[in-house]
C-alpha cells in the first residue's frame, strides 16, 4: 500500500506543513496558526532572497516564538502561505517560491533532508484514502491534521465498514457527492468536536514523554469503569482524554453519529 502522488502539494485546496512542526503547539487553532504563518510570511517577503538575510530572519523567529508541544519535534519559521489569497501552505525557502535560489538550509532542516523526506502517509495509507482525504478536506489546516493522522483516517473508514457490516470503497464516497459532504463532517471532527477540554499537554492521541518524544496515549477502562468499543481509536485520535464514564459514551455517540451519517448516503 502506498501513494501516488504528491501528498505535501496535490492541489484542488489541499496542502499540508506537519512535517515543519506546523501543529507542534499548545494551542494548534486554526486562528491561532493562520496568525502565525501570515507572520512568517509577512517577515520573509521584503528580504533579499540570500542566505544571510533568510538566516537571521529565521533565527529571530525562532526565538520569539511560544515552546512546542513535542520539544524533540523541530519548528521551522520558512514554513508560510504561497499564494496571495493565503490558501496554501509550504517552505519559503524553496527554490520554486525563492524564484531559483534553494534557502531551505535557513531553516531547521538541510534542504537534502527535505528534498528526499517522506512522511508515513506516502506507505501507510492507499491511493484512494488519500484522494478521499484531499477532497473531503479541501484545505490547508484540515488537510495537514487529517492526511498526517492514519491512525484517525483507517479507524473512521473501519468504523463506516462495521456500520455497513461490508467493505467500502473510498471510491465509492468520492463518486457521491452526499457521502463525500458528509465524510468531510466526520474528518473535520478534527476541529470541531466539542468538549475535547483543555488538556495542555495532548495532541491528537499522543502525549509528551519526559524527553518531549510523542508517546501514544490510552484509555484506563479500569478507571473509567467502561470496557474497549470500536468507536474508541477515533475518540484518542480526536484528542479526548476522558475522566469519566460519562465523557467517554458522549465521545463515542459522537463519533457514531457521523459515521452512521456516512452510511446512510450510501446505497444498501
Known sequence: ??????LCQPGRGASCGACC???NFRDHSRATLTERL???TDTFAPLPREPEAYGAAARALKEARTP???PAVRVCPLLGFLDAERTRVGCLGHPKVTGGVD???CGVYRADICETFTCPSFTWLSDGQARLVQAACADWYLYGLVITDVEFVRGCL???EWERAGPVDPEALLARPESLEAMRRLLALKETAPGRGTHAAVFGRFTPDTEGEPISRTLDYAALGARAAPEDEVVL???YAPTSLEELTRARELVRTHVRAVAATLPS
Open 103 to 105: 534557502l531551505r538550509d
Open 1 to 6: 500500500m502506498s501513494v501516488s502522488f504528491h
Open 158 to 160: 473501519r468504523l463506516l
Open 68 to 70: 512546542p508541544l513535542f
Open 38 to 40: 501570515g507572520a512568517q
Open 21 to 23: 512542526g506546523l501543529y
Open 237 to 239: 485520535c480526536l484528542g
